[in-house]
């Protein structure tokens, strides 16, 4: 991924969740004209985050594309992985061995880590080591419904992540993870 040349304080950067997994209908996949339509589908959706990243300094795209649909993640990181971080979040769910498939595919170039989505502590230590030593980013996440904890702020500082998403400043389990 090429780094954006900005002076602080002169810009801010957008990031994008999509969760393209929510409008995704994966029963328009079953017969050869559906699996058209939604190649078609995909092509119009990346054409539409490319009009939106020359119109908006969009400085990342989380899950542009369906969590199975492979195809289309090759065909967004073809296209933007060069200029932007495609994060990986229902697609890669925090797992090593998805990582890996999509760093052998080529595809995405940035995993949300969620401590408690694999499992332990140890996994989730894995696959930001496996990202890092990939050129993939790693972005520490909050899960929906945390507490006040604020043990993923101690994860990105420690694993030296760089980036922490926590949601908006809304509530006290945010607030606490971003002081």
Same mark, same amino acid.
């Given at each position: 991924?090429?780094?954006?040349?900005?002076?602080?304080?002169?810009?801010?950067?957008? +990031?994008?969740? #999509? *969760?393209?997994?929510?409008?995704?209908?994966? &029963?328009?996949? $079953?017969?050869?004209q @559906?699996?058209?339509?939604?190649?078609?589908?995909? +092509?119009?959706? #990346? *054409?539409?985050?490319?009009t939106?990243?020359k &119109?908006?300094? $969009?400085?990342?795209? @989380?899950?542009?594309?369906?969590?199975?649909?492979w195809?289309?993640?090759?065909?967004?990181?073809?296209?933007?992985?060069?200029?932007?971080?495609?994060?990986?979040?229902?697609?890669?769910?925090?797992?090593?061995?998805?990582?890996?498939?999509?760093?052998?595919?080529?595809?995405?170039?940035?995993i949300?880590?969620?401590?408690?989505?694999?499992?332990?502590?140890?996994?989730?230590?894995?696959?930001?080591?496996?990202?890092?030593?990939?050129?993939?980013?790693?972005?520490?996440?909050?899960?929906?419904?945390?507490?006040?904890?604020?043990?993923?702020?101690?994860?990105?500082?420690?694993?030296?992540?760089?980036?922490?998403?926590?949601?908006?400043?809304?509530?006290t389990?945010?607030v606490?993870?971003?002081?």
């Amino acid at each position: 991924m090429k780094k954006a040349s900005y002076k602080l304080g002169e810009q801010i950067f957008i +990031a994008l969740d #999509v *969760a393209a997994s929510g409008f995704y209908d994966a &029963k328009r996949t $079953i017969c050869l004209q @559906e699996v058209r339509w939604l190649e078609a589908q995909c +092509a119009d959706l #990346v *054409a539409d985050y490319q009009t939106l990243a020359k &119109k908006f300094p $969009i400085a990342s795209i @989380e899950d542009g594309c369906a969590e199975n649909d492979w195809d289309g993640w090759k065909r967004l990181t073809d296209v933007m992985g060069d200029s932007l971080q495609l994060v990986g979040d229902d697609f890669l769910v925090t797992n090593v061995d998805f990582l890996r498939k999509a760093i052998a595919s080529g595809v995405a170039n940035s995993i949300l880590v969620k401590v408690n989505q694999i499992g332990s502590l140890t996994k989730t230590l894995d696959a930001i080591e496996l990202a890092r030593s990939h050129a993939y980013t790693a972005a520490i996440s909050h899960r929906s419904g945390e507490s006040e904890d604020t043990t993923i702020a101690d994860i990105a500082v420690a694993t030296n992540a760089g980036q922490i998403k926590t949601g908006s400043l809304s509530r006290t389990d945010r607030v606490a993870k971003n002081n």
